[in-house]
């Protein structure tokens, strides 16, 4: 989740849940630095939040959505966990 947190990282993501972008695209559409979207784009690779796709001198980057339905489907069931708790009024004793 951490991974995710940052905004300029979520504003990647959210480019990517539409299209396979390469950097110069995501320069342009987020007009961060390339040296700052770069490391950003490490960050999502190491966390294999993207998958690279080489193409001539340039990388494109594509979202892999099973990690994001994966997430979604761990936040879902603390969700559901946290208003069950809620609903029993369930407290540890001090």
């Known amino acids: 989740m951490r991974v995710l947190a ?3 990282r979520l504003q990647i993501i959210t ?3 539409h299209e396979t972008l390469c950097t110069t ?3 342009d559409e987020t007009g961060a630095r390339q040296t700052n979207l770069s490391n950003h784009l490490r960050v999502l690779r190491e966390a ?3 998958e690279t796709e ?3 001198r340039f990388t494109y980057y594509r979202l892999r959505p099973e990690v994001i ?3 979604a489907g761990v936040l879902g069931e603390l969700a559901a966990t946290a208003r069950a708790t809620a609903e029993t009024g369930r407290k540890r004793a001090c």
């Open 6 to 8: 940052d905004p300029l």
């Open 15 to 17: 480019l990517l849940a």
């Open 25 to 27: 695209h995501l320069v």
């Open 48 to 50: 294999r939040v993207v």
């Open 54 to 56: 080489p193409c001539g």
């Open 69 to 71: 339905e994966e997430l």
